[in-house]
């Protein structure tokens, strides 16, 4: 049974840091790219960064250079370290494998 658990979500002020989670379970996650998407209120769900099975990682340009996408194969935990967030990086964040998605967690950037 495959299944995509997102942890660390929270309230941050603009400016500061939070690391995200996805636990991993089944086969995919060594064979799938795991994604973090994101969808802000009244917004469409918009992708954010992957990392390939080969541990290559990809941006979206709006968190280039200050998101950081991971992974620890012996945890088969997927992680996304935010830096510099702003009010405009709110969002419920979610992790994808192949067609299987995460519940998502909740990042508020706010004063």
């Known amino acids: 049974q495959v299944q995509l658990v997102e942890s660390g979500g929270g309230l941050v002020q603009p400016g500061g840091s939070l690391r995200l989670s996805c636990a991993v379970s089944g086969s995919i996650f060594k064979f799938y790219t795991i994604d973090w998407y994101r969808q802000a209120p009244g917004k469409e769900r918009e992708w954010v960064a992957g990392?390939?099975?080969?541990?290559?990682?990809n941006y979206a340009n709006s968190v280039k250079g200050r998101f950081t996408i991971s992974k620890d194969n012996a945890k088969n935990t997927v992680y996304l370290q935010m830096n510099s967030l702003k009010p405009e990086d709110t969002a419920v964040y979610y992790c994808?494998?192949?067609?299987?998605w995460g519940q998502g967690t909740q990042v508020t950037v706010s004063s």
């Open positions: 990392i390939t099975p080969g541990d290559n990682p």
């Open positions: 994808r494998g192949n067609y299987f």
